[in-house]
């Protein structure tokens, strides 16, 4: 029998980092992959407001003051910061203010911003691989706004997985679940435990062999070496002991318990972005490639189906 591969790319945790998620679309030609899978968090966390006042134009960024007196220099400003994953506003002072002292018009402002990027994300994803035969699949992290999934389904080539069975190849289908345990964060995709094991039940009975499943789920398995978090303290302040960061695992007992007892060939995770490793779960290859999307660097894992085999896998960073 002719030996066929299928090559997969994974990363997650791109939090709007315009450099990151370029790097992932243009993975597939570095690095010869025939998919590609982003598995969550993709949107941004945080404006940054670039005040102009018809006169001057002006932002503060982590302690450092910026004046733009051409429009080049607040372009390629913006380009440095939306590779860091901030959103650039250019606003009047009233505006701003507007913003800073009614919630309700921040998260309007907010919405319209993520809502810009991902759409230039999507047509970049969609013009970059037309005519590769590339397939492509995004979904949401628990960070990510609910109006987002349906911006992940209006294009030929990216796919928004969530909740569905994909089929990969002639040997291998892969289930996605973009929800989180519960998190101090309060973010928008969490739930409890019994209900997150429940979304993923709900795909498994369309899979004809488990053995041979990927699991897509952002969040980790708890307690596996791929979930461990610095532990926060009062006002989710970071802990520390000694001068070291104290850590403890914060991923889900329901992945760890569909893990055990679907025996997936392969788990793909996210959430973590402290943990960069591969563990091994009974039968099941488990892999968190972490994340240092504020400074631009994509980690990813790069995996080699050779017919029903799990050929090869590796942790990758560009």
């Known amino acids: 029998m002719k030996k066929t591969d299928t090559k997969l790319y994974f990363a997650a945790d791109v939090h709007g980092s315009t450099k990151c998620f370029r790097k992932f679309i243009n993975a597939a030609a570095f690095y010869g992959a025939n998919v590609l899978v982003l598995g969550g968090d993709i949107t941004g966390k945080q404006a940054l407001f670039i005040r102009d006042d018809g006169s001057r134009r002006h932002c503060s960024l982590l302690g450092n003051e910026y004046d733009f007196e051409t429009q080049a220099e607040l372009d390629d400003f913006e380009k440095l910061v939306k590779s860091a994953g901030y959103y650039p506003y250019v606003a009047t002072p009233d505006e701003i203010a507007l913003c800073h002292s009614d919630p309700a018009h921040m998260e309007t402002v907010f919405d319209a911003l993520m809502r810009e990027s991902v759409n230039e994300w999507m047509a970049f994803a969609e013009d970059r691989l037309k005519g590769t035969g590339v397939r492509c699949y995004i979904m949401a992290g628990n960070d990510d706004p609910e109006f987002i999934d349906e911006m992940l389904r209006h294009g ?97 007992t329901a992945v760890m318990d569909a893990i055990h007892q679907y025996g997936f060939q392969l788990s793909l995770h996210g959430h973590i972005h402290e943990s960069h490793a591969i563990k091994k779960i009974g039968n099941t290859v488990a892999i968190n490639p972490g994340s240092d999307y504020g400074e631009g660097a994509l980690h990813g894992a790069l995996v080699t189906f050779r017919n029903e085999k799990l050929a090869s896998y590796q942790l990758v960073s560009g």
């Not at 209900?195 to 009975?205: G, P, R």
């Not at 488990?210 to 303290?233: I, Q, R, W």
């Not at 302040?237 to 695992?249: D, N, R, Y």
Request: glycine letters at 8%; one cysteine or more.
């Open 156 to 252: 030929d080539i990216v796919q928004n997985p969530d909740g569905a069975v994909i089929h990969l190849d002639d040997w291998h289908d892969m289930v996605s679940c973009g929800y989180s345990n519960r998190t101090p964060w309060d973010s928008p995709r969490e739930c409890d435990e019994p209900e997150l094991k429940a979304k993923i039940d709900a795909m498994m009975v369309d899979v004809p062999d488990p053995a041979h499943c990927v699991l897509s789920a952002h969040v980790p398995p708890y307690n596996s070496g791929l979930d461990d978090a610095p532990v926060l303290g009062e006002g989710q302040k970071v802990q520390s002991s000694m001068g070291t960061t104290e850590f403890a695992p914060v991923g889900s």
